[in-house]
């Protein structure tokens, strides 16, 4: 059972920036993948940004340039940097590791005022 704990989520006005933590209660670089997810308000669970193995990295079209992935092995912790948010970016992220299965944290809320 592998544990996934976000924070850094919060209120932010279009053009800020926030950057989410994902702390991981096993190796992140044991993992065949993490990333992190959005969900807005009556949409669908979208992907934002993928690591996976030695470091290939995705983002979805609609943050890329703005969002960075990255990892600290040291600190089994997986964060998105993102910046020059947009009202679109608001919703629930979630930290998602693939291991032997998917696992999932609770979320963290962001949400951007215009």
């Known amino acids: 059972q592998v544990q996934l704990v976000e924070s850094g989520g919060g209120s932010v006005q279009a053009g800020g920036s926030l950057r989410l933590s994902c702390a991981a209660s096993a190796s992140i670089f044991s993992a065949n993948a993490m990333a992190w997810y959005r969900q807005a308000v009556g949409k669908q669970r979208e992907l934002v940004a993928r690591v996976i193995g030695v470091g290939g990295v995705s983002y979805a079209d609609a943050v890329k340039g703005r969002f960075t992935i990255s990892r600290d092995s040291a600190k089994n912790t997986v964060y998105l940097q993102m910046n020059s948010l947009k009202p679109e970016d608001t919703g629930v992220y979630y930290c998602?590791?693939?291991?032997?299965?998917?696992?999932w944290g609770q979320g963290t809320q962001v949400t951007v005022s215009s």
């Open positions: 998602n590791g693939v291991y032997d299965t998917a696992y």
